[in-house]
């Protein structure tokens, strides 16, 4: 089974901030790989696709990169909105979510 | 616009069943896969498996073999998933998602007795 690891945990940032987030999976799943945005009480929300193509009505100031293992999410400035926990999900081979990592305002 | 309605929050018995639906509206409904997802309580996501409402065609994670049955109504656009023989671990938030992209608002199933 393919594991994903994503780093940090817990991420505090003020408005503005560049917002670097990371997931590693356990073997090459090439480009197959999605984040989320699950905001408190909500379902997930689908914010990019195949690595690095951002979903329609997104914001700009999401993007995505990497391929093989190694992958970035990054907020180019943090909004308050933003305040989120944020899930990749590999589907590679099978589908499995990292444990995700949640952002808060400092 | 796509959406996806799922029924309502749901408390049961241990040893019971379960059938909670995914109504969905705004595609083509036999053309996409319906993924179902699971949530527990302070937990990140599970993969529960995948039904092509086309074909019936099913795909089930592992560890949900035998605990969830995934079905398709394609007359009224419904997917349903069943999850059978309910304990304490069941507890959790159950999501339906079309090609992982729109999800549903997500249904609270509680085991309790």
């Known amino acids: 089974d393919i594991q994903m690891t994503q780093s940090p945990s817990f991420l505090s940032a003020s408005v503005g901030d560049r917002v670097t987030l990371s997931c590693k999976a356990s073997?090459?799943?090439?480009?197959?790989l999605a984040w989320y945005q699950q905001k408190l009480g909500e379902a997930p929300k689908l914010l990019i696709y195949?690595?690095?193509s951002l979903q329609t009505g997104i914001p700009s100031r999401f993007s995505g990169s990497g391929s093989g293992t190694d992958f970035t999410l990054t907020i180019s400035s943090l909004q308050p909105e933003d305040v989120a926990t944020y899930f990749c999900?590999?589907?590679?081979?099978?589908?499995?979510f990292g444990a995700g990592t949640k952002l808060e305002l400092k | 616009q796509v959406q996806l309605q799922q029924s309502g929050t749901e408390l049961v018995k241990p040893a019971s069943s379960v059938k909670i639906s995914c109504k969905a509206s705004?595609?083509?409904?036999?053309?996409?896969?319906m993924h179902w997802i699971r949530q527990q309580p302070g937990n990140g996501l599970e993969w529960i498996g995948w039904?092509?409402?086309?074909?019936?065609?099913?795909k089930y994670n592992q560890k949900f073999d035998g605990k969830a049955t995934l079905t398709a109504d394609k007359s009224s656009s419904t997917a349903y998933m069943q999850l059978s023989s309910l304990t304490s671990e069941d507890s959790a938030v159950y999501f339906c998602?079309?090609?992982?992209?729109?999800w549903g608002q997500g249904v609270m199933v509680t085991v309790s007795s």
């Open positions: 998602a079309t090609e992982l992209a729109y």
């Open positions: 705004g595609y083509t409904f036999t053309s996409n896969y």
């Open positions: 039904i092509y409402p086309g074909n019936g065609n099913t």
């Open positions: 073997q090459n799943i090439n480009k197959y």
């Open positions: 195949n690595a690095n």
């Open positions: 999900l590999q589907h590679n081979s099978w589908y499995t």
